[in-house]
């Protein structure tokens, strides 16, 4: 058998974090190195290496000499997981992490004698404003973007493309990935929780989108499962993949309605309060909104919005992604999709049972008393 | 049955000021410019009391139609502010028994009418009031007509702006008749909320709970009667910005065109009276044809939202 000595970066990561007992259960990897930012705080297993480094710092990665040494002659497989995955983070941040970074981080690889695979993990999001069925192929950079992270994620892409066209890469677009299939454990709290959490509140009266617009939601172990299988037993360069729900998506119509429905199974208080779905509107409704929030200066309002406004415009551009190379790749590793209507309510209930209420929010119920 | 409402007349604060004024007063909570973003250009204000406004246009709506006082089945007396639902200003417990709506049945000599007063749907309150009258006329085979009358005043000194709308004191009157030959009332619709009653401590949820409710009970009503949107003739609103309403309209997918606007800017948010003085001002400028549809949506503090189906 291969042995492979990863290193991983975006170790502390919401998926990072995942990955690293799920590369630790592959018999391969023989050695993980972890590319930390600051010194860990917890002890990892004795085939965990953490090293201290930064991938916006160009060629040594931030490393020490010793450690830039050790990897360059020691690594055979590179896991690029690092990301600045926030909606609404500044285009000079998104840019210097995903792109940037990535960039430094390619570089870096190609000193890495033994290296023999590498594979960065990129985003649905990446597709941008595209619409339709979408395969699993090179981005063109044409159909424009919500937010900086689809942009920056893109032009990631494009780098790899271009850098790593001398190196043995592979690109992985990950769909939403939202917590544990077993349990509904939330790994993080990412933009779709934190909208949900809002609509428990009573605090999104409205979204930017189409109504039946797919959304793509994965579970951790799939993701970090089909990961560590696609990087160290199928690995095949030049191949993308996306790893999503592909045809089992759940419409938005559905999503709310899943949720709803767990908000008022979960919690009979809830059901009480007699909260409408959000109205799916067309984007000047919901801008005109935004703008008068904004103006009148409602700051649980404004919170709520500038989130929704940070990727919610993403679902006005309908589409659905093809992922046969991916499950052509994984055929016979018994890792399969996990079924989105069960799992994704599971997820709701943990959301609201540990969720606490915004900022702005009166704590519920409100006492019948006379101030 | 066939109820409906036959007659409508209005009174208005006798002083008209501008936002700029307001301003200068400080009598307003946002900048007079934002508010004038949201629509608005002036209030009315009085220096008389709700009754006495209460007073003079049923007044002046049972001598314009020539109603004989004794005929009146039923008064309700409507308003959204609980201060103007005593009249008095004596001090002790007594005071609070001093109403409006028995003052105005002696004033007005309506000797075979009941009566009472709505006081807890906030701006809602000549809707409900509507609907109880409705009702009443239902289920009572006698009863042929029913006097509501609203009126609302802010107390001496307060600013001018709630929660982004700019406030006129005005009263209404209206006349909800049995085999009513025109403005029937087709459909009504009511929702109450009750986690919104606390509008202070919840105002950013009642902001946000606002939008998507009101689409649902228009549509719920539109829906129940087999209508679609394009088949209203006017939405005839309430007069909280004008903005609210380019959202609104936006959020059901209805055309701007179907709403009649003409009163927000002049006079901004009569309270409880808003629809009824626009659906006045519509009627009497011949702006509704025979068998027009108007749709009249309106939120009350409390938290209840309304809309009411009127045929011309």
Known sequence: MKKHHILLTGATGALGRALIPQLLQEPSVERLYVLLRQAPKENFPARVIPVLGDIRVPRSLGLSALH???????????????????????YAEAYATNVSGTENLLRFASNCTRLDRFVHLSTLCATGKRTGRLRETPLENKHGFVNHYEATKSAAEFVVQQEGARLPVSTIRLGTVIGRETTGAIHQMGALHRALRLMYCSLVPMMPARPH???????????????????????????????CAARDYLPLDELLDLAYQ?????????????????????????????????????????????????????????????????????????????????????????????????????????????? | MNNGITAIEYTLGEETLSLETLEQQGLLDSPAEQLHQFGFASCRFTRRSPAALAQECAQRLLEE?????????????????????????????????IYPATALHDSLGLVNANAFGISQTGCGAMMTAVRCATDFLHSHPEAQRVLVVGADVLPPGSKREIFYSLISDGACALLVEKNAAKNKIVAQKQKTKGFYWDCEK???????????????????????????????????????????????????????????????????????????????????????????????????????????????
């Open chain 1, 213 to 243: 617009c797919p959304v793509d939601l994965i579970s951790v172990e799939y993701a970090t499962q089909a990961i560590v299988e696609l990087l160290c037993n199928r690995f095949s360069t030049g191949s993308i993949y996306h790893l």
């Open chain 1, 68 to 90: 830039q040494d050790l990897l360059q002659k020691n690594v055979t497989g590179v896991l690029h997981s690092a990301a600045d995955t926030r909606f609404d983070a500044p």
């Open chain 2, 202 to 312: 919840r105002k950013f949820e009642l902001i946000a709970a606002y939008f998507p409710t009101a689409r649902a009970i228009m549509q719920e009503l539109l829906h129940e009667e087999g209508l679609h949107p394009e088949e209203l003739s006017h939405i005839v609103p309430h007069n909280v910005s004008l903005r609210s309403w380019q959202i609104l309209l936006g959020l059901c997918r209805m055309p701007t065109g179907l709403l009649f606007s003409e009163n927000i800017a002049p006079i901004g948010h009569v309270v409880a009276a808003d629809n009824f003085i626009n659906f006045r001002d519509l009627e009497s400028r011949n702006e509704l044809k025979p068998d027009d549809r108007a749709l009249l949506f309106n939120f009350g503090f409390g938290a209840n939202w309304s809309c009411l189906l009127l045929q011309h």
């Open chain 2, 65 to 97: 139609k020539s109603i004989d006082p004794e005929t009146i089945d039923l008064l309700i007396y409507a308003g959204a502010l609980t201060c103007n639902h005593s009249i008095s200003r004596r001090p002790g417990v007594m005071a609070n028994f």
């Open chain 1, 262 to 371: 767990t908000f008022s199974q979960n919690r009979p208080s809830w059901r009480r309060r007699a909260i409408e779905r959000p109205t799916v509107v067309d984007l000047s409704t919901f801008e005109l909104f935004r703008q008068t929030v904004e103006e009148t200066g409602a700051p649980g309002l404004m919170d709520s919005l500038r989130l929704l406004s940070s990727f919610a415009p993403q679902l006005l551009y309908p589409k659905t992604y093809d992922d046969s190379q991916c499950q052509l790749a994984l055929a016979g590793s018994g890792i399969r999709r996990p079924n989105l209507r069960e799992f994704f309510p599971q997820m709701v209930a943990s959301l609201i049972t540990t969720a606490e209420a915004p900022r702005h929010i009166a704590p519920t119920p409100l006492q019948l008393e006379v101030a």
